[in-house]
């Protein structure tokens, strides 16, 4: 079995105490993946007192300088991209096509915030004293910590690491425990592309040691978490005490609205991939899909047949559409909300079951005739199943859709521009879609939810990012 490092001040290193953890495949339970470093508290002391050793460095350094290192990383992302890809879906189990996508996205965020390097800047403002210069400035916030989960292994940490290094930041980075082969894979990268030592340091290993050490500690500057929403509240009041500045990206229960004029085929390819791409495991993943009744019964037939089709299995093989759940507990979290959903009174149309065939796989689930306050219309199951909730109208629709404590994605199927309209106006969503899956983002476009998908602080992505990883100085110079 491979035994992987954490980076810590620009070397490789085990564990202060040598202790490690195992991952696997989950699509084949057997495979062992690697032993990754179970992180002490001294550890992550070390790579906190790395990223602050080197803050200075890194933040001094021209800004175009630091976007030629991420402009390298971007193309040795787009050089590595198979290998990354392949290994991302032996750890995570998205269909290779996914994991491929992924790494792609990884390489164009990066080529993105390296442009910034040139752009990012302050103001000059109008002064109201006669011969005084009056403007802002933008600098780095500091150390940041980011702490992510593990459906994006490659995607989430790059749209928060590539951020904060093109302003100037420097980073430790706890990944989530089920993918920590992903994390090296991308720090081998940054390190290739130039990245100084003690600029990003990765710390591997269990949420509560290391995730809690780093949250609290009053040498950070800056915590971006992206994971669900217990955990996130528990940082927001750790970070609080030493008045840290937090950005959270939490859970969604995100709806796509069908109305009574949507082309039914159309429809449902939008709830297909918004729903089972990705095994269901997206915070944008589509889990209810709210029909007026006219065309209920169609859309609901044609989803099932589409549900029924589905190639499930291994990512790795060719023609699979889904792959498997990330890990035991998530298929039994899946199951145990068909489960629920079954004994609440929803109609199980297709799927609902478990397939033990070496991997954690879940067959694509629809329920019919969810009720708002089912359960599995209120909580996020984060897995491939989709609860069809009927409507009377697009009122009653939208109500529906607003009837729910997330707001992180949200998408209505219509040819009726008022509606559309309408629906982008007043629904309670960070991100809107017509015609479209709530799923799929644009990497320079704000992203972030509202109600519980947030903390309603900072959003990521795109120029928005500026506004987090950078502190405002303003600067007022008169006469001399
Ligand atoms: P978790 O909240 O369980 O974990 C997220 C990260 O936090 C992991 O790195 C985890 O480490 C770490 N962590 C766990 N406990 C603590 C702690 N006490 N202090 C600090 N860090 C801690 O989420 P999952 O990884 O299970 O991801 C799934 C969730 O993420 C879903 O609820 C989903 O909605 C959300 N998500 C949201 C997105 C968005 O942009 N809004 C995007 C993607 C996912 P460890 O793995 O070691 O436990």
Not at 68 to 75: F, V
Not at 197 to 206: D, F, R
Not at 250 to 275: C, F, H, Q, S
Not at 302 to 311: I, V, Y
Request: one cysteine or more; aromatic letters at 8%.
């Amino acid at each position: 079995m491979q035994n992987f490092k954490n980076l810590i001040n620009g070397e490789w290193v085990a564990a202060a105490n040598g202790a490690t953890f195992e991952n696997r495949n989950p699509a084949k339970m057997d495979e062992v993946i690697g032993a990754f470093p179970l992180a002490t508290v001294e550890d992550v002391q070390q790579a906190i007192e790395a990223a602050n050793a080197a803050l200075p460095g890194w933040a001094n350094l021209p800004a175009p300088n630091r976007g030629l290192i991420l402009d390298k990383a971007s193309r040795l992302l787009e050089a590595r991209a198979d290998e990354l890809a392949t290994a991302l879906t032996r750890e995570e189990g998205k269909t290779l096509a996914e994991a491929k996508g992924e790494v792609l996205r990884a390489r164009d965020i990066f080529r993105y915030y390296a442009g910034e390097g040139w752009r990012a800047g302050g103001d000059v403002l109008p002064s109201n004293i006669p011969g005084e210069l009056l403007y802002t400035r933008r600098e780095p916030l500091g150390v940041v910590a980011l702490v992510t989960p593990w459906n994006f292994p490659i995607a989430i940490p790059a749209w928060k690491m590539a951020p904060a290094l093109a302003y100037g930041n420097t980073v430790v980075f706890k990944p989530a425990s089920l993918v920590p082969h992903s994390a090296v894979l991308l720090l081998e990268v940054l390190i290739e592309a130039g990245l100084p030592k003690g600029v990003v340091n990765l710390v591997t290993g269990s949420g509560r040691t290391v995730g809690d050490t780093l949250v609290s500690s009053p040498r950070i500057h800056g915590v971006s978490f992206t994971g669900s929403v217990s955990v996130g509240m528990g940082i927001y009041e750790k970070a609080m005490k030493n008045l840290t500045r937090v950005q959270l990206e939490m859970g969604g229960k995100n709806p796509t609205v069908v109305l009574r004029d949507a082309n039914i085929d159309k429809a449902v390819g939008i709830a297909v991939a918004g729903g089972f791409g990705l095994t269901g495991q997206a915070c944008t993943a589509t889990s209810r899909v709210i029909v007026e009744d006219a065309v209920a019964d169609a859309f609901a037939a044609a989803l099932t047949a589409a549900a029924r089709n589905l190639k499930v299995g291994n990512g790795l093989e060719a023609g699979i559409q889904m792959g498997p759940a990330v890990s035991e507990d998530q298929l039994q979290t899946d199951l145990d909300y068909i489960s629920v959903g079954q004994k609440e009174g929803a109609k199980l149309l297709v799927g609902g079951n478990g397939a033990s065939n070496g991997g954690y796989y879940v067959q694509p689930t629809v329920f019919d005739q969810v009720e708002p306050q089912m359960r599995i219309a209120q909580e996020e199951i984060f897995g491939p199943v989709i609860g069809i909730l009927r409507a009377r109208d697009f009122e009653d629709a939208l109500s529906k859709a607003n009837d729910i404590g997330f707001g992180l994605a949200a998408s209505v199927v219509t040819n009726d521009l008022q509606k559309a309209f309408q629906f982008a106006n007043r629904i309670e969503a960070g991100v809107v879609k017509i015609n479209e899956p709530t799923t799929g983002l644009a990497l320079q476009a704000p992203f972030g939810g509202f109600k519980h998908s947030s903390a309603n602080t900072f959003k990521e992505q795109g120029q928005a990012a500026v506004e987090f990883y950078t502190r405002t100085k303003t600067i007022y110079v008169g006469h001399g």
